[in-house]
C-alpha cells in the first residue's frame, strides 16, 4: 500500500500530466459535441445554440446518402456481432471446457491473433482473399469480414467470464441427472450469459466504427456510416458531420454502459469460504 | 415404528479400485462394502485420497483399475446422470443464478419429474432443512450454514439411493460444525439412505459415523465402528490419528495363553493381550489411551510402572498429567475432572505409580 506521504497525487508533475492527457483525450471530443449545436457554419466561430445540423442531417440534401449508410452500417454490425458472438462462445466452451486437447495453445493464438495485427494488414489480406476467390464485392464481402474480425473481440469478455465458473457447477448439474446439453443450456449458459451479453455489445461497437477494412473490401457504390463520413468530409468538414460523429458517439456511450450495467447485475460466482 | 430391515444389504461395493493419475497412484487397491442405510465416513489426513475415492463414486473420475457396483448394479461406465447417487460438493456449488426452490427442484425436473411433482419434493425437503422462508432467495442471500442445508436439500430431493458428502462442515465455525453434526445425523436417519461421509476432523468423524474408513496415502489401514478404532487400532497409524495415545515402543518377550509379555526401557513390564503377526522378540509399538491409566503413589496390582510427575495441564473437561518413568519414556495421563473428588493431583517431581486396567494397552502389528 502507498503511505499517505507517497500518494501518487504528490509527486512532481502529477497535475499537468493528467491534464495534458485529458485534454488530448477529451478536448476534440468536445469540440465536436459543442459545435454541432452550433447556428453558424463555422466550426470554429460559435454563434449560437441550434439544432439545424441535426435537422439537416435527417433532411437535408445529404440524408439520403447517410440514411443508406447507417441502414448498413447497423444491419451488419448486428449480423456480425450475433455470429461473431455464436462463434466466441461456442470457441470459449470448446477451449475452457474441453478439456486440455493437442492445440489448445495453439487455437488461442489463432483465436486472438487478429487482436495484434495491425488492421491495415488484415484489410489487405482480406481484399486479396475475396479478389483469389473471385468474391464479388459490395455488402456481403464488408458482413464476413466484419464477423472475421469482431471474432475476437467477442470472445474475450467471454473468455474473462467463463474462467471465474468453477467447473463444479456442471458437475453438480449432472450429477443431478441433466445430460451434457442440459447443464449447458440450464446452467453454463446462463451464467456465462453477462460475458456473451458484453462480447455482443464489443463487437457490435468494432463493427459499427470500423473504417480500414470496410474500405478495403467494401467495392464501389456501398457505404457504411464511417466510409460515407470519410467521404463527406474530404469535400470539407462541415457540421452535420460533427452532427452524425455526435450521435454515433452517443450509441457507443449508451452500449458500453448497458454493458457495464449487465456486467454487474450478473448473479456474484463467488463461492462461500471453504477449503478447496 | 419398527422398520424390519436387513441391516447387510449392501449399497455400495468397491473391490480393488486403484486410481493413478499419471505415475502418480493417489489410490492403491482399496476394496470396501458400504451397507445400506449406514453413515459411512471416509476419514484421513489431506491428500490421502478421500476426495478421489468419493468422486470415483460419485462419477466424475473414472478407475483405473477395480470395479464398483451400486445395490449389485456395476456402475464404473456410468456417467454421473445417470447413476442414482447425489453429492454434497465441498463449496456446494449452488446454482447462483436460481433461487432456493429452483435448486431443490433442478434434479427432481432433470429426473423427469413434473414441476408440481418437483415443487412439492422441494417444498419437503426445505421444510426437512428449515428453510422454507428461504424458498425464493438467491444463494447469495444465505449464510454459510444456510447455503449448506439448501446443499443437502438439493442433493436429497430426487431421493437418491447414496448421498455423498464431502467435508460439508468445514466451510462453518466451530459451533455451527457442532450443530450441524446432530442434525445431519437427525436428517441421515430420517431420509433412510446411506451417507458417505468425508472429512479430515476425527471427532466428527467418531460422533456421526456408524462405520469409519481411516485411509492413508490411498491405502485403506482400517475400517471399523467408532469404538473399534479407537479402542482397538490395528497400527501405529490408527492409534497415533485417531484421538490422543501413548504410543510407546516395547520388545515382546514371551506369549502365553493369548496374552504377551513386553517391557520398555528402564526394566517396566507390561502384561497385554496377544496381537496376530507379533512374536516372541519382536519391537513393536504399544497404544495406550491416557484417559485409561490412574495414578497412586503405591503400586497396584496388575501393571503398575513407577515414575516422577513432570507437569500438570488443565484442559478444561480434564487435566493431563504428564509422568517420566524411571529411566524410560514419557507417559500421558488423563484424569477427568468431575473425578477429582476421589483421586489425587499429584504435583510435579512427586514420585508415583502409573497404572492400567487389564486390556488398556493394546499391541500394534506395524
Ligand atoms: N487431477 C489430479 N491429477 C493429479 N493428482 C491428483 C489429481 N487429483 C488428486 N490428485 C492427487 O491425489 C491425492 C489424493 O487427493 P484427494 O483430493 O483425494 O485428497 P483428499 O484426501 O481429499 O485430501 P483433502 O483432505 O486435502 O481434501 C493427492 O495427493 C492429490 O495431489
Ligand atoms: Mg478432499
Redesign the pocket.
Known amino acids: 500500500m502507498a503511505q499517505a506521504g507517497e500518494d501518487i497525487k504528490n509527486y512532481p508533475g502529477f497535475m499537468p500530466i493528467t491534464l495534458f492527457c485529458l485534454v488530448v483525450l477529451y478536448a476534440p471530443l468536445l469540440v465536436v459535441m459543442i459545435y454541432s449545436f452550433n447556428e453558424s457554419k463555422s466550426i470554429t466561430v460559435w454563434q449560437g445554440l441550434s439544432f439545424k445540423w441535426y435537422v439537416d442531417v435527417f433532411v437535408g440534401p445529404e440524408s439520403a446518402k447517410f440514411k443508406e449508410a447507417a441502414i448498413n452500417s447497423f444491419s451488419i454490425a448486428i449480423v456480425a456481432a450475433l455470429a461473431a458472438t455464436a462463434i466466441a462462445t461456442s470457441a470459449a466452451t470448446g477451449m475452457l471446457r474441453g478439456g486440455s486437447f493437442r492445440g489448445r495453445g495453439f487455437s488461442f493464438g489463432l483465436i486472438n491473433l487478429p487482436l495484434i495485427v495491425p488492421e491495415i494488414v488484415t484489410a489487405v489480406a482480406t481484399l486479396i482473399f475475396f479478389s483469389a476467390i473471385d468474391f464479388e464485392r459490395g455488402y456481403l464481402t464488408i458482413l464476413v469480414a466484419h464477423i472475421a474480425f469482431c471474432i475476437p473481440f467477442a470472445y474475450m469478455p467471454i473468455a474473462a467470464r467463463m474462467q471465474g465458473i468453477e467447473d463444479t457447477y456442471e458437475q453438480a448439474a449432472m450429477d443431478l441427472y441433466a445430460n451434457k446439453t442440459q447443464a449447458f443450456r440450464l446452467v453454463l449458459f446462463p451464467l456465462m450469459l453477462p460475458g456473451i451479453v458484453s462480447g455482443f455489445i464489443l463487437a457490435f461497437i468494432i463493427s459499427l466504427d470500423d473504417f480500414i477494412i470496410t474500405n478495403f473490401v467494401k467495392g464501389a457504390g456501398i457505404e457504411t456510416l464511417p466510409t460515407a463520413i470519410f467521404g463527406a468530409v474530404k469535400q470539407g468538414i462541415k457540421p452535420n458531420i460533427m452532427a452524425i460523429s455526435t450521435m454515433l458517439l452517443a450509441v457507443s456511450i449508451v452500449m458500453v454502459t448497458i454493458s457495464y450495467f449487465v456486467g454487474k447485475s450478473g448473479d456474484k460466482l463467488k463461492q462461500p469460504p471453504g ?1 478447496k | 415404528m419398527a422398520i424390519v430391515e436387513d441391516r447387510n444389504i449392501i449399497a455400495v461395493d468397491v473391490q480393488n479400485a486403484v486410481k493413478r ?2 505415475s ?1 497412484t ?1 489410490l492403491k487397491t482399496i476394496s470396501l462394502s458400504i451397507k445400506d442405510n449406514e453413515f459411512f465416513t471416509l476419514l ?10 468419493l468422486r470415483i463414486i460419485g462419477g466424475f473420475e473414472e478407475l483405473s483399475e477395480g470395479a464398483i457396483s451400486l445395490f449389485g448394479d456395476e456402475i464404473a461406465k456410468l456417467p454421473p446422470n445417470k447413476r442414482p447417487i447425489n453429492t454434497v460438493f465441498q463449496n456446494y456449488a449452488l446454482f447462483p443464478h436460481m433461487t432456493i426452490e429452483e435448486n431443490v427442484m433442478f434434479g427432481v425436473e432433470m429426473r423427469g419429474g413434473s414441476k408440481a411433482e418437483a415443487r412439492q419434493r422441494a417444498s419437503e425437503m426445505l421444510d426437512l432443512v428449515q428453510l422454507t422462508q428461504f424458498a425464493s432467495r438467491k444463494p447469495s442471500q444465505l449464510s454459510g450454514g444456510q447455503q449448506q442445508r439448501v446443499a443437502l436439500a438439493r442433493a436429497l430431493a430426487p431421493e437418491p439411493k447414496v448421498l455423498l458428502l464431502d ?1 460439508p462442515l468445514s466451510a462453518l465455525d466451530l459451533k455451527l460444525r457442532q450443530a450441524m453434526r446432530y442434525e445431519l445425523k437427525e436428517i441421515q436417519r430420517k431420509a433412510g439412505i446411506t451417507f458417505i461421509f ?1 472429512t ?1 476432523d476425527q471427532e466428527e468423524a467418531l460422533t456421526m459415523s456408524d462405520r469409519i474408513a481411516v ?1 492413508s496415502s ?1 491405502e485403506l489401514q482400517q475400517l471399523g465402528t467408532a469404538r473399534e478404532i479407537y479402542e482397538s487400532p490395528h497400527n501405529t497409524f490408527v492409534a497415533d490419528f485417531i484421538g490422543e495415545t501413548n504410543l510407546l515402543e516395547v520388545s515382546v518377550d514371551a506369549l502365553s495363553g493369548g496374552s504377551a509379555t513386553c517391557h520398555l526401557g528402564g526394566g517396566h513390564e507390561l502384561i497385554c493381550d496377544e496381537v496376530k503377526g507379533v512374536g516372541v522378540g519382536a519391537k513393536v509399538h504399544l497404544s495406550i489411551r491416557p484417559e485409561r491409566l490412574t495414578l497412586s503413589d503405591t503400586p497396584m496390582e496388575g501393571a503398575s510402572l513407577s515414575g516422577v510427575v513432570r507437569d500438570n495441564i488443565y484442559i478444561g473437561t480434564d487435566i493431563q498429567t504428564i509422568v517420566d518413568l524411571n529411566e524410560g519414556p514419557q507417559m500421558v495421563i488423563r484424569t477427568s475432572n468431575s473425578d477429582r473428588g476421589n483421586k489425587r493431583i499429584f504435583e510435579p517431581r512427586s514420585p508415583v505409580f502409573v497404572n492400567m486396567e487389564k486390556g488398556a494397552a493394546r499391541l500394534l502389528a506395524d
Open positions: 477449503e | 493419475y499419471g502418480f493417489a484421513g489426513p489431506s491428500g490421502c485420497g478421500k476426495t478421489t475415492l467435508e468425508v479430515h485411509m490411498g
